[in-house]
């Protein structure tokens, strides 16, 4: 049996929810975020996805180096298209990890970060 880590799947806008594909798998809705900039939270997905850490590679899910995973904004029929490589170190047990999805407008595709232990693995957004 595949050993597996949840993926939890954010949005950081308030345009509503977007939906994605992991590895071709299903898609996933992640409904838009909660709040105003004051008590902001990000939507999350209903349910993790997950991340194979036993070398194993499957639809729908996560594994370790190339990802690549399919997103579209509430308001566009445009598909981007991201690809995630996570790293794989061993020996560091990987707890939790997070993947965070904004997007500024329905044109671009979406800035993103991936997040293992708390840390950016991934990602497009900078400081």
């Known amino acids: 049996m595949a050993t597996t880590t949840n993926v939890y799947l954010f949005n950081g806008a308030e345009s509503g929810a977007y939906q ?3 590895n071709g798998g ?5 409904p838009a975020t909660a709040g105003d900039s004051v008590n902001w939270v990000p939507g999350t997905s209903t349910s993790p996805a997950t991340l194979l850490t036993d070398g194993t590679t499957a639809e729908g899910q996560f594994n370790f180096n190339a990802n690549q995973v399919q997103v579209q904004h509430p308001n566009s029929t445009t598909i981007s298209s991201i690809s995630i490589n996570i790293p794989d170190t061993p020996g560091v ?3 939790a990890c997070q993947l965070y999805v904004f997007f500024t407008n329905y044109v671009n595709p979406p800035t993103w970060l991936f997040l293992v232990n708390g840390f950016v693995v991934a990602g497009t957004a900078s400081a």
Do not use: E, Q, S
């Open 26 to 30: 299903n898609k996933v809705t992640v």
């Open 93 to 95: 047990n990987i707890d």
């Open 20 to 22: 994605l594909m992991i």
